[in-house]
Structure formats: C-alpha cells, structure tokens
C-alpha cells in the first residue's frame, strides 16, 4: 500500500518534471507559450520517463497525471458510451469503391483509394503511374520530441513512423473517421494514410512488443487479406490501465518478426503498396483496450505534433448533443480556407470508428500551424463558427452546435 502511494507520487512529480521541461525548453515567443507548472522543476534522467509508462501499466493505472495545471480553465470529459464493439468488423470486399486519384493540397501526394475486390494492386495502372509521378520533396517540421504531455489531458506519445525528409503527416482528405471528401464513398477510415515511395523506412512509433508481422507462417492478420504485409506492436505502456497497439500495414515487407522486442524510432518494415492499396503508402492505426478492427482511434491524437503546431480536436453536435456524422468543417485562418474535413461517420458504416477516449472528438485538424483560427459549421444554411487559439504542442477543444431557433411569437388575436 504504502509502495503503492510513494509509485504514485514518483509517477506524478517525475511526469509533471518533465513536463515542464519540455515547456521551458520550448518555444522561444510568448505568443503561443504554453502553461508552465509553478512546480520546482526537477531533472529526470533521459530514460525516466518509459520508466513512468513502464510503471503505470505494471501497476493497472495511468501514466497521465490527472492533476490540472494552474490556471487552466477546468475541462469536463464528456461521457462516452461503453466501448461494445464488435471485434474484427472487417471490411466486406464487395463493398470497396474505386475512386479516381485526388491530389492532396499540402502533401501534393496522390489519393490511394481502394481497388475493387479481386484486382491486384501490385500490377494496377494506378499504382504504376504513382511509381512513376515525381513528387515534390515534403518538408515536414520536425516533431516535438515524445511524450508530448505539456496538458495532462494530452496523450502525444507515439513518434512518427515515418522519417521527417519523407511524407510523414496524414493525407488531409482522407482522415481518420471518415469516408473521404464531398461524401465520396470510400471505406470508413480506421486509421491515417502516409504516402511515399516503396521502400521507405517505416519505424516503430514507440518501444514494445511485436505481436505480429507477416511471414510465410502467418501470411494474413486478422482475416484481413486488405491490409496486406503488416506489423503489429504491442507497446510497453498503456493508457488508463489499457494497452496500446501500433499496426502499419500494406508494407513491402517487415523487418521484425514476432516475439521480437523494439525500441521507438527502430526500423521495422519497407513502406510497400501490398493488400487492397492503390498506391505506395503506410495505413497506421492506434488501437486502444483490445487489438480489434473496432477499437481503433485517432492515430494523429497520438502522434507527437510539429515544433510550433498543434491540433484542434472537436465535436459537431445537433440540438440535443448528439453527434452529426460527415458534416463538412473548414478551417480558416484570416478568413481565407486553410482545411476542410468531414466529422466521423458511425451510423450506418458497417463499421466502427471512435472517439478519443480524453476528448469525445467527432473531428480533427492536426499539424495546425500556432495561431488564431475560424472553425465554421453550417447547419442547415446557417453557418456557426467558433474561434480558436492553437498552441505548439497541445490540443484545442471546440463544440459546435446549431444555433437556437427563435420561434416568432405567436400573435395575439385582437381582443
Ligand atoms: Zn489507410
């Protein structure tokens, strides 16, 4: 018991020092500094901090603090139904759509929608002509280094899988959640989508177990011939007590096997274009509790932000705090566009996509540049928008709803 209370308290003072070392080590203007901890800040050796994950999961609980930090406004965690997924809610083939390529406006990248069932990617006209497209370098910011837990509330503990001087942000059109823009009819997303060349390295976002990567011996994961060659890690630590899984799927070929321990930042595959793949690209999923199909969340909650970015995390309600699905939300900074997404769809999917377990979001901006920005709603031709002030390395909350109608009063017959 007494053990138990001095493990708590180590795990609280340690997460809260390192915190607040990342927030004095960081971001030179005071525009967008975040809250610094009055707290003594206390060294933590470089290592401590998979120690403090380490020590949650062993010990059932979590390594995020639940303490708020001064002067922060009190945020109310909405309460999400019981996760009663079913699990490996997997795709049926004969409900995959071929879709021509859309070019992504900040990647410059190519779509990679999924090919119909029974064709085969590796020799389809769409993958060829990817191959052979030259493709503006991407100049990506370097990531903040991970955890990212500047905000308790934040959960940024996974590192890119892919290489900074490579495509390593999420195609923008096809988002978690989501069925791809101007109600295109692509599978719902259960994860995020990097393109780039075949054979790029992709590495493991953060240290663990590999639980699964495919082999002669087991040539298909989870029933799931769709995902092609993948690889599955099973990490250290875990999040209120459950455990994380990385998956990374339509590789060229892994570079682990099974049973094999790896460390963040370890190369674990070649980035490939294998399973129902349109073109060159790594799927990546987060799941949360249980490795299913259906207990997938938003990988870009997940991933360490950019230096001087941050991301906007939201709901887009009716009148009575529902969720509305695929609604259209743009982004503007300074009036002009910058972004658009469509919130989640979890009605009628035939498949399951969830909220973040912290945020109860049904949308996401990430990889926003710091500053002050518009998120605009229409409902129903009257437009809601909410201003927002996005911070490096945190996560922004906003709530849209329809207004309130008015309803004319009703006139009183002359007496
Ligand atoms: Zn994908």
Known sequence: MRG?????????????????????????????????????????????????LLIG????????????????????????????????????ANNVVVLPPVSDPITGATATPALPAGSDATTAPLATRLAQTPRPVPTNPPSLPVPVARDPRDHYWFARPIDPDRTNRALNYYEYGTD?????????????????????????????????????????????????????????????????????????????????????????????NTGQSGGPHVHFEVRLGENTY????????WLAPYVNHGTIAGRVVDSRGEFIDDADITLLVGGVPRDVTT??????????????PQWGENFVFSDVPAGVYDVVVTFDGRRVVRQVAVREGLTTFVELSPPEVVEPPTPTPES
Do not use: C
């Open 4 to 52: 138990g209370l001095i493990a708590v308290f180590v795990i609280l003072a340690a997460f809260g020092g390192f915190g607040a070392l990342l927030v004095l080590n960081s971001s030179p203007d005071g525009e967008n500094r975040p809250l610094i901890p009055t707290e003594a800040v206390t060294i933590i050796p470089t290592r401590a901090w998979q120690d403090i």
């Open 57 to 92: 999961v062993q010990g059932g609980g979590t390594p995020v603090p639940t303490v708020a930090l001064p002067g922060q406004s009190l945020f109310v965690v909405p309460t999400l139904p019981p996760d009663t997924a079913p699990t490996s809610a997997l795709i049926p």
């Open 180 to 272: 791809g823009p101007n109600d295109a009819p692509y599978p719902i997303h259960h994860g995020i989508d990097m393109p780039n060349e075949i054979g790029t390295t992709v590495r493991a976002a953060g240290s663990g177990l590999v639980i699964f990567a495919t082999s002669e011996q087991t040539p298909i994961f989870q029933s799931s011939p769709s995902y092609g060659n993948v690889v599955v890690i099973e990490h250290d630590f875990g999040y209120q007590g459950r455990k994380l899984w990385t998956l990374y799927a339509h590789l060229e070929a892994p570079l682990v096997v099974a049973g094999e321990q790896v460390e963040m930042g370890q190369a674990i595959a070649l980035l490939g």
């Open 294 to 301: 259906g207990t997938t969340v938003n990988p870009v909650l």
């Open 343 to 356: 919130s989640y769809v979890f009605r009628g999917s035939g498949s399951q996509v969830n909220p973040d």
